[in-house]
Every structure is written in C-alpha cells, then in structure tokens.
C-alpha cells in the first residue's frame, strides 16, 4: 500500500509520524511526507528519514496570524493544497494519516478533494483547529485522551520500548525543556542542583540552545557536575538512562517517558493552545502515574517534596502496565482493514 503522512510544525507531531512511518515500512508498505518549510519538519526528515520521499511545502501557520499576514498565509496554503494534490496523484497514493500541526493542512484537504481516505492522529487532551475541522471526514480519529477512540494509547518509537524498565531507585533525574529549552525548568534544575548533589543524584540537562551557555556558567559556579545538553537526538538513550523526569507535558516526550516507565513531574507550557499541557499532565496525574505543577514559586518545594518519597517502582510499573506497544502497528492495521 502506498500511504501520505502529514503534519509537524512542532517536534512532537514528527516524532508520530516518524512512528508511524517505522510501523509501515514494517509491514512492507511504501510512505511518503508532505511537511512545510517551516517548523522542524526539514530538521526532521530532510536527511535519513524511513520515507521513501519527504515534500516540503512553503506554508505557517494561520490561526495566530492578524490581517493582511492571515490573508497571505492563506494564499500560501492554497498554492500548497495544489501542489499536494499533485504529489498524492504522483505516487498513488492509497490513504493519508494527518498528524496535526499548520503543516497537515495542504496535503490533508488535498486528500480530501481527491476522495482518498483520510485518518487523523490527535496527541493532544484538548483536540488541535485543524483536527476539530478535519475529525467529521476522518476514517479514524486516534486520540489517546478520548474514550471513543477506535484505537487506545500512543504512537511512540520503538527505542523507548525496547529499552523500557521499571526504575526502583532515585540516581538520576533528567530536565527535559523541549527542542527549544525551557526557562522555568532549567531555573528549577539549577535551584536544587546542590542538593540533589548532596543526596548523590546526578543530572541530565537538556537546557536549549538558547539558555545553553548560561545554564553552562551556573553549574560551574555551583561547583556541579552535568550531562549538560543545548540540543540532542539521543533523548532515547538519556531517558531511558534517568531514574526520574522533570518535563513539559508535551504529549510526545509525555508518552516517550510513559512507554519507557519514567516517572516525571511535568511543568507545563502556560501559553500552550487551550492549555492542552496542563490538561495532557492532569490525564497522568489523575491516573496516578506522575506529578504535575503549574510554573511558579512552588516548583521547588514540589519536587523536593517528590525526590524524599517518590515511589518510584510504584509509579514506573503502573506506567508500564498503561503504556500500550503496539498502538503505531495497530494505526497501520486499522489503515489495511478500512482501505481495501
């Protein structure tokens, strides 16, 4: 079967559609991307992607643009729905999955028009514009945080499964800011760095290339000793190396952590679209299975309170137990059976 994936902007829709691309090529079918110019999409996928032809279209988003930088950016999309239509025709394209994000846009109206079917992925508590728009002609709509979901759970990367393992003891604790570093977080890893040395918990830091040389010259000052990252693709290795997470609640790296069975206490992104962090960390917390804390002068205090007694074992097997592993073959499945 050959099959479209689209979407991105942000790194948390790529890394789905990185999923479900492995998932694909897996069960020998043939995938292409149709991803935008701008975000992270080229980052991504431009170099040693499993697509067998990735597309970058010139698009932005439009949902926070005002006046004449909306209308342009709707031009934009249109001249890229045409170009789409062109390269779903090219390869014969058999069905699209649409992963959210500005950059899902041209190709999945594109699909649309051409009467192929459409599936949709949500990885968010509160559901995107563009998927609220799009769900109505849907095939699928995969959502982790809705019951009515055909398929339950979160595409991740194999990585995490494979190297997944219940954590019985706090050694480590892992910051982990987002592609682009958090302030908050990185502050946080800072504040309590001496005493985490003291209780002989070493850090891993992913601080941001834009905080990066400061958080640098603060842990030198404090005499501490890190695994100091601006940015890095081995997050795999590091996550599954750490005994705890200190996170945004992206729902990417949120379910990264919960299908390796790491525990996190998530700081979500207060300017997130319809909060959907805090939401994405309240489904967690709710089921028991991590900690979560809006930005502010409590950030210490709570997990300084977590590291005396955090129940570790407990929580990291329940993460384990919640996690599904298969849920990016069971998407390319649910592709074969409504597709024939």
Known sequence: MKLCVTGGGTGGHLMIAEAIAEAGVAQGHELIFIGSTSGQDKKYFEKNSPFSQVYFLNTTGVVNQKGLRKLVALFKVFKAFLQARKILKKHKIQATYSVGGFSAAPASFATLSLFIPLFVHEQNAVTGRLNRLLQRYAKSFVSAYDSASPIQGYPVKEVFRKTAHVREELKSIIFLGGSHGAKAINDLALSVAWKLKKRGISIIHQAGEADYERVKTEYEALGVDVELYAFTKELPRLIAKADMAVSRA???????????????????????????????????????????????????????????????????????????????????????????
Not at 268 to 295: K, M, T
């Open 250 to 340: 992206g729902a990417s790296t949120l379910w990264e952590l919960t299908a390796n069975g790491c525990p996190a206490l998530y700081i979500p992104y207060p300017y997130a679209a319809g909060d959907h962090q805090f939401y994405n960390a309240g489904f967690i917390v709710q089921n028991s299975l991590g900690w979560c804390e809006r930005e502010g002068e409590n950030l210490k205090s709570k997990l300084l309170s977590i590291i005396k007694e955090p129940k570790l074992q407990e929580k990291s097997k329940k993460l384990l137990q919640y996690a599904k592993n298969d849920v990016a073959q069971m998407m390319i499945k649910d592709v074969e059976e409504k597709v024939k």
